[in-house]
């Protein structure tokens, strides 16, 4: 049986410049960023902010994850640099597939939103992102409000406490995937479900 982890779709274009809610000092860059540099031969440069990450439990099944603030935190910490791709990779196929990049993450960061079904804050994490100028169908999708949910791929740490799995730290992100509404979280793998495990 397979753990899957689904968000709402959250993709909405955003102005090219990192504007000032994009520094500071829980914004996190990555390294050397300039945006005019990475858009300066698209004529028509394309950016996107999604939510990847949130605190709380997601909805997936057999046995929903519950992740908690520090994993949300590590979450935001990785991401810059994270290339994105469409749908989910058999990970029979990691190392040996080229998968052809969609968009790149440039920043991230956590803020806090309200949980709609709660009502609570929540902590989530947040990233802005380039995508491609060769990958014109996603963009059309995203402006035509039908691209999404994204999905984190990577590892992380379980812990397991009666029926209920809690996620306190992300190890390592691999890639942030664009994947069909109905599809995202993928199925979470790995050799101890209770200490370490691939998290999509």
Known sequence: MSDEIRWEAEITETACALGDEWTGGDVHLL???DVSEIAKDDPDPFFVEMTIMREGKGTGKPTPKNYLASAVDDCARLAPGLQAYLGHQD???RGREYRIPQAKIIA????MQTDPASGRKIKAARAKAYVSRASQDLRTHIREGMAGPVSIDG??????RGDQVDVPKMLHLRAIDFCNPGTEGGQGRGRDRDRVRDER
């Open 31 to 33: 390294p050397g960023v």
């Open 91 to 93: 990970p029979k196929l």
């Open 108 to 111: 991230s960061k956590t803020e």
């Open 155 to 160: 590892r992380a740490v379980l812990k397991t």
